[in-house]
């Protein structure tokens, strides 16, 4: 079993942010830490094509998911489809490969070389991402105060989901290295003894990072070590625009932070929106959750 090892879920349609991400871990990895890569199983062919020169070792989502619901049985037929991403990423401990595992996701890509060092302390052990959020706050109070109040709402129904007392934190961006340990302490002293599965506690608190970071604090299963952010991430295209403006560049930015993350719900192109019907069932739906006819 491997100590540490970067793990990351991609799709098709990131294929290619995907491939830079790690190309740049191949450039930058100092100690050879194993990148493993899950895709849909109808998009293997394509990456294995496309990753013919790079180190990297993949899995299909179907080896992940099939751990999980053994554990959990299948999912509700109404679990929302963008949450399989979040799930995977909580699930990838199952497989028994690691200790701790660096996720990472594609629109993410290495400015300087990292080490087994980077991620954990003199004493071996793991650091943990936690801060206030200093730069999404500013960004929120100059375009969108809403942000601010999301993430509030968030990091509150988080924090009080385990009962831990005091301030709040945020335990993002990604790169973000999780112990199995924690996960595994999730499953069976939290889920199982209030008799939840994953799948309900992703949908009522859909952020891996926050809950995570939360039960980390809360069932203390081994001691926090925080440590800000390792990549400069663009939330936002005004972000990315306003560094621009002021002559940010990649060779700027790897004097104080070790990489990169272009959040790709702003650079995708934007997708055609859904048919009335289409929308008007999904808003039946979630109107029929509010009102406890369905759970899912």
């Known amino acids: 079993m491997e ?23 191949n450039r930058f990895n100092s100690d050879n830490i194993l990148l493993y890569l899950s895709v849909p199983s109808t998009d293997l062919k394509a990456f294995k094509q496309n990753f013919e020169d790079i180190p990297c070792i993949f899995l299909t989502d179907e080896d992940v998911l099939t751990r999980c619901y053994e554990a959990y049985g299948p999912p509700p037929k109404l679990f929302p489809k963008y949450l399989i991403q979040q799930l995977i990423k909580m ?20 400015l300087n070389p990292f080490s087994f060092n980077t991620f954990f302390n003199d004493d071996g052990k793991p650091f943990l991402v936690m801060h206030k959020a200093t730069e999404l706050r500013a960004f929120g109070k100059k375009h969108d105060t809403q942000i601010i109040h999301n993430l509030d709402s968030l990091i509150k129904s988080i924090q009080q989901l385990f009962g831990r007392q005091g301030e709040g934190y945020y335990f993002g961006e990604p790169p973000l290295l999780w112990s199995c340990t924690v996960l595994e302490s999730m499953h069976k002293d939290y889920l199982s003894k209030n008799e939840m599965s994953i799948f309900e506690l992703l949908y009522k608190y859909p952020c891996e990072m926050q809950l995570y970071g939360e039960y980390c604090l809360a069932s203390k299963a081994h001691p926090v070590f925080p440590v800000e952010p390792y990549f400069k ?10 560094a621009q403006r002021n002559g940010e560049s990649d060779y700027r930015l790897s004097k104080n932070y ?21 929308r008007f069932k999904k808003f039946l739906r979630e109107q029929q959750r509010k009102l406890g006819l369905i759970r899912w």
Not at 97 to 109: G, K, M, N
Not at 258 to 278: C, F, I, P, R, Y
């Open 3 to 25: 100590k540490l090892v970067i793990f990351c879920k991609s799709y098709l349609k990131d294929l290619y942010r995907a491939k830079r991400m790690a190309e740049s871990v």
């Open 91 to 110: 699930e990838f401990w199952r497989l028994g490969v690691c200790e701790h595992y660096l996720w990472i996701d594609s629109d993410s890509y290495f």
């Open 233 to 242: 991430v663009f939330h936002y295209l005004e972000q990315f625009c306003e």
């Open 258 to 278: 070790l990489g990169v993350v272009m959040q790709s719900n702003w650079t995708n192109a934007k997708e055609k929106k859904k048919n009335d019907m289409a």
